[in-house]
């Protein structure tokens, strides 16, 4: 352990022996303010995209369907727009926010890599935000479609570069840990999605009528953002850190990886038009991956929920049961979807009851250390955030299959309350990373910095 910390302070005083220990101490701590505010900075435009182009535009969209009882009756641009706004505006906008905070090679206080960073968050965001515009207002969408998506292209190749010049740097490194080979993959299915939506936006923006993809390659499209990206993502984050997070034992790699190529085959099946064999591949991907991460094993250490609201726990799981719930949902809506209301509740069981819930679950773990050690604002907005979405989707992805499929025209009159709960819970978990941010002060000056926020918290 000294001779780690001898290390670490060697390496961080960039080979210099004369530094003293309170100099090093001060430039690890200039470093670690320096990327908390990137890290925050990534955190408050994803939370801002999350809140009002995601969003407000998803329930003004629903309350829109509701009323007309038909979801042909609206602008299929705007559902994109919404589409684009979460995955990429808000989820994207996290994850490289934590890509970034988490390389060590920004630790290295290289002011190349800060800008290399900033310049990704100003071409990503711009990007998200032109592809918004153009989709709402249909202003020179022609130019913007292709343009934002060149920008987003351009801000993941300045964070894949960041991430692989730190992985050459490093002959430390040997072998892929499993779960990095996972977070691998989901970087190269992002990279894949961030290609087929600038094909996309060209073809469009040459041959399209208004600013939206066409409804077969946009289905296939999300079938790569949902299988391909957003949860091979939360897989592998889940790999690090469930078995700390929930106390579980160790995860099964080679059943992880079995998951990652269900998944691949899934959606590869999928985009070549074998619909319904790929459905079946996710679910098969799901059971595995549940399997792999022992989701549903019992605990063999204390869950570590302090900080945090006591059903932590509980919500990551639920969390696990949505994306099966997705699964089984996508292969009955190949089987049986005559309305697009199968489908959209699977799209929704993986987007909200998977994917956000564990946004709300792991963020409010971990984004409070990352950003200077603070801590969390309230655990009781954390519980009544995850609380609402979860009723929220459940109301949502139950009566979008009876109303749409025309089982029941009651289901009809509860769409609107579930947009309602789901917009609620979201401005909780955002107005408590607010507050986090705000009112919380930072302990970041009281820490041995030699030891980063990410290391800490396992
Ligand atoms: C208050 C919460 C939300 C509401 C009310 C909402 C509403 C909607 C609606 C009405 C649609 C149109 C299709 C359908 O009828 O199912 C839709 C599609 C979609 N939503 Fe949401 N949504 C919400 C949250 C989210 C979140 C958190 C994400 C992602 C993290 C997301 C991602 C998507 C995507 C990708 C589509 C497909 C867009 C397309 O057709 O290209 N939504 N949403």
């Not at 998803?58 to 609206?74: H, P």
């Not at 605990?299 to 699964?327: D, I, M, Q």
Request: glycine fraction near 10%; include cysteine.
């Amino acid at each position: 352990m000294a001779a780690l910390a001898e290390g670490t302070r060697a390496a961080e005083s960039g080979g210099h022996p004369a530094l003293t220990a309170a100099q090093v101490f001060e430039t690890a701590r200039a470093r670690e303010e320096a990327l908390s505010r990137l890290l925050m900075t990534f955190v408050t435009s994803g939370l801002i995209f999350m809140l009002f182009p995601g969003t407000f535009l998803g329930v003004w969209n629903l309350l829109k369907i509701s009323g007309r009882e038909s979801v042909a009756s609206i602008s299929v641009a705007w559902l994109q727009a919404h589409g684009h706004a979460q995955v990429f505006g808000w989820v994207g906008s996290f994850i490289l926010g934590i890509g970034f905070y988490s390389i060590p090679k920004l630790r290295g206080n290289e002011s190349s890599m800060f800008r290399a960073a900033w310049t990704c968050w100003g071409m990503w965001t711009g990007g998200a935000a032109l592809r918004w515009l153009a989709n709402v207002y249909s202003w020179q969408w022609r130019l913007l479609l292709p343009f934002s998506a060149l920008l987003e292209v351009a801000a993941f190749l300045i964070f894949f570069r960041a991430v692989a010049r730190h992985r050459q740097d490093d002959p430390a490194k040997g072998g892929m840990e499993p779960w990095i080979a996972v977070v691998a993959s989901a970087s190269a299915g992002l990279l894949l999605l961030l290609l087929a939506n600038l094909a996309g936006c060209l073809y469009v923006a040459l041959l399209g009528a208004g600013p939206a993809f066409p409804h077969v390659f946009d289905q296939r499209f999300l079938a790569l953002m949902a299988w391909g990206f957003l949860v091979l993502f939360v897989w592998g984050f889940s790999a690090k850190w469930m078995p700390v997070f929930l106390g579980l034992k160790p995860f099964r790699p080679r059943l992880l990886l079995a998951a990652v190529g269900a998944n691949l085959l899934g959606v590869v099946l999928t985009a070549s038009g074998a619909v319904s064999p790929g459905a079946w591949m996710f679910v098969a991907g799901a059971g595995l991956a549940i399997a792999a991460l022992r989701m549903f094993e019992p605990r063999v250490k204390e869950a570590k929920t302090r900080g945090v609201h006591a059903s932590f726990p509980f919500f990551v799981r639920s969390a696990y049961v949505w994306l099966l719930v997705a699964g089984v949902l996508g292969a009955a809506a190949a089987r049986w979807d005559t309305s697009g209301g199968i489908w959209g509740a699977s799209r929704h069981a993986l987007t909200v009851g998977f994917v956000a819930v564990m946004i709300l679950s792991v963020g409010q773990r971990i984004l409070p250390a990352f950003a200077g050690m603070r801590l969390l604002w309230s655990t009781k907005l954390m519980f009544a955030g995850l609380a609402l979405v979860t009723l929220g989707c459940t109301l949502r992805v139950s009566c979008e299959i009876i109303a749409y499929q025309g089982y029941a025209a009651w289901a009809w009159s509860a769409l609107p309350a579930s947009a309602l709960c789901e917009l609620a819970g979201l401005s909780l978990f955002a107005l408590n990373i607010f507050g986090t941010f705000l009112f919380e002060s930072s302990h970041a000056h009281k820490q041995p910095l030699l030891v980063s926020a990410p290391e800490k918290l396992a």
